[in-house]
């Protein structure tokens, strides 16, 4: 019985997270996630009660990705500013490619339209940015005019930044390329040493052989 909830609650889910990130919040209705979850309405009430209890468990799911990703993304024995980077490109394949992260920005986005208070965005980046940032700082790899705890919410914007350009643009088609282009420009104030190239190239390396 435990397994069948579980199952109703993960279907019904993913499909509001498709018709959210598809349709947007006010253009889905209750009626279309039960017809594309194959759940009834009843089912979607019982375990959900409502859109906005639905919309903000999207928007819980989307922020819940980042923790496991964070952990699976940070090499051990990696340098830091190497993790930082290889974690920045987890990220962007995340926001192209699960519905769920794409499904809870929207929503987000949209929260003023939704009538329940959804988590914040932004705070728990700006600290794992900060760490990893303190992190090179221990190892002497940052620049000394480098700063973490001013720079790391400056990376957190450029990066959003970069995602909010490319979907507008290309629908983050591009959005590797895009950031690859971002760290060529931040990484020589960030590097002790400047060498963009090499540490994009290795990053890179190692995200194509996890794809094989």
Partial sequence: MHERAEDTRRAVLQAAAHLFFERGYAATSIADISE???????????????????????????????????????????PALENLVRLSFAVARAFRDDVLVRAGARLWAERRSIDVEMPPPFVDWIATVERLLTGA???GTLA??????????????????????SDALDERRLIEDRLTALWHL???????????????????DDSASLTR
């Fill in 186 to 204: 931040v990484l020589p104030g960030l590097q002790a040493v400047p060498a963009p190239g090499a540490l994009l190239a290795r990053v890179r």
């Fill in 144 to 165: 000394a005019a480098a700063d973490p705890g001013r720079d790391a919410a400056t990376l957190v914007s450029a990066f959003f930044g970069v995602h909010t350009v």
């Fill in 36 to 78: 594309r979850s194959a759940r009834t309405s009843g089912a979607i009430y019982f375990h959900y009660a409502g859109k906005e209890k639905l919309a903000r468990a999207v928007v819980e799911a989307h922020f819940a990705t980042w923790p496991v990703l964070i952990a699976r993304n940070e090499t051990a024995g990696a």
């Fill in 137 to 139: 700082r221990a190892e």
